[in-house]
């Protein structure tokens, strides 16, 4: 990617091969392990990245046992480290996030921190044994799952939106993880335990499976040894296949409506979201597509939904969100979510945000208009890639599709190549007969 800054150095955990001359700042050596070099940064992170969530639980089923394991492993009292992964660094932090198809581990450590090199070769030496297992008391395993079931009730069970969400996820992904929620149900949760946690991490945590995000001033000569050192003698072994992956959910044709009414919701909204089945050719044409496509639907530009919506129309008093997303191969979701004018009803408005959506994937984007859209997209992309601190969340974004690193570097020329006809293809395919949810809420008592 000509014009990055961000020093994007990928590492080999085997070999350890010279790097290859390349044009840009970026360069590949191997995989598995990234260097992110930011000599203006005051914390190191790192990050282990797990290719594997709960869509990957048994039967395609999730339960929670990814989210759980997640857990587990932060918690867990190892021979690594005898206190809790949670409590690494007391002037860092730690995380842990787990979505259908990936689990995320993030600590952050004060780069002028005088044992800074040590704090990289801990964490190394934690994450490569936890490839090969962990060890958690009773005690703890259960006041995990205490901890879930909080998680739960307060994402979901004290929250007004959630519940109707869980049910349109439902409803437009039937029969497929995609419809369902990382986080299990109470049900599923007060059934895990440890051994559930450890025959997910015996299938999917491996070194084949995993990467290593670095950010900070670290040293790549420091970072190589580190990694070549704890991860290079782990069993290269791959993980086992993912048929959810090229398993399509069932998009028989079908509408519904989701109102919930609750004295907590401040002002109406309205969502039109479809899921529908298209020719999904190229992923990396489609995401070029798909990234200038949503750039407009997010946009005041003439013929966006701002402009035809809120000042022409005046149905809407603002736009609160769109969604035109490259969800799994062949499936997109298309969705407007916006806040009616006061004398507008709810139900005209939801009729508005249809009627646009049709009318934009007849009427396409014209040429004039897709050249502006592809310079504000080019100016974008060349600030984010001054900027070493969004390179990761790109980069897990890039492997969650799941896409190899490799063709990352083809997108930004495809979205600066890409033809009207192109765009306009994957615009009509919304019109596509799917799965539509139009989702309401509102204040109680309100019409």
């Not at 869509?55 to 932060?74: P, T």
């Not at 040590?118 to 934690?126: M, P």
């Not at 895990?192 to 299938?203: E, H, K, N, P």
Request: some cysteine; charged content about 25%.
């Amino acid at each position: 990617m000509p014009g990055l800054r961000a020093l994007l150095v990928v590492l080999a955990v085997t070999g350890l091969a010279a790097a290859q001359p390349v044009a840009a700042a970026e360069r590949q050596v191997a995989d598995r392990v990234f260097l992110v070099s930011d000599a203006k940064a005051r914390f190191v992170q790192f990050q282990m990245i797990v290719l594997a969530g709960c869509a990957d639980e048994a039967g395609n089923d999730c339960r929670g046992i990814a989210h759980y394991l997640e857990h587990l492993v932060l918690v867990g009292r190892n021979a690594e480290h005898r206190d809790t992964a949670l409590r690494f660094f007391s002037d860092g932090s730690s995380n842990g996030w787990t979505t259908s198809r990936i689990t995320g581990y993030v600590h952050r450590y004060p780069a002028d921190a005088p044992d800074a090199a040590d704090r990289l070769d801990r964490l190394f030496a934690f994450y490569a044994a936890r490839l090969g297992g962990f060890e958690i008391t009773p005690q703890d395993a259960l006041r995990e799952r205490n901890v879930v079931l909080q998680e739960y009730n307060w994402r979901v069970g004290a929250n007004p939106f959630s519940p109707v969400w869980q049910e349109v996820d439902r409803f437009l992904y039937p029969d497929h993880p995609l419809g369902q929620w990382t986080i299990g149900t109470p049900a599923t949760i007060s059934a895990l335990t440890s051994d559930d946690g450890r025959g997910f991490l015996a299938a999917w945590y491996r070194r084949s499976n995993v990467y290593f995000i670095v950010t900070g001033p670290v040293e790549e000569d420091l970072l190589r040894r580190t990694a070549a050192k704890y991860l290079a003698p782990l069993d290269p072994a791959l993980p086992p296949a993912r048929p959810w992956l090229g398993r399509r959910p069932n998009l028989a044709p079908a509408r519904m409506v989701f109102l919930r009414e609750d004295q907590r919701i401040a002002a109406v909204t309205v969502t039109v979201s479809r899921a529908i089945a298209f020719a999904d050719q190229d992923p990396v044409k489609t995401l070029a597509a798909r990234a200038l496509i949503a750039q407009f639907l997010s946009s005041k530009l003439s013929g966006s939904p701002h402009s035809r919506l809120v000042e022409q129309d005046a149905v809407a008093a603002t736009i609160r969100n769109v969604t035109f997303e490259r969800v799994m191969d062949g499936v997109l979701q298309v969705g407007l979510t916006a806040v009616p004018e006061p004398d507008v009803a709810r139900e005209r408005l939801a009729e508005a945000l249809r009627t646009y959506l049709r009318e934009l994937a007849v009427q396409g984007i014209d040429e004039a208009m897709l050249d502006r859209l592809k310079r504000r997209y080019a100016m974008r992309h060349k600030t984010e890639l001054d900027d070493p601190q969004t390179a990761p969340a790109r980069l897990i974004s890039w492997l969650g599709h799941p896409l190899p690193y490799e063709r990352l570097a083809e997108l930004a020329p495809a979205v600066a190549s890409i033809r009207p006809e192109e765009v306009n293809a994957l615009l009509r395919a919304t019109t596509a007969e799917g799965r539509e949810a139009t989702v309401i809420f509102a204040p109680t008592g309100t019409q």
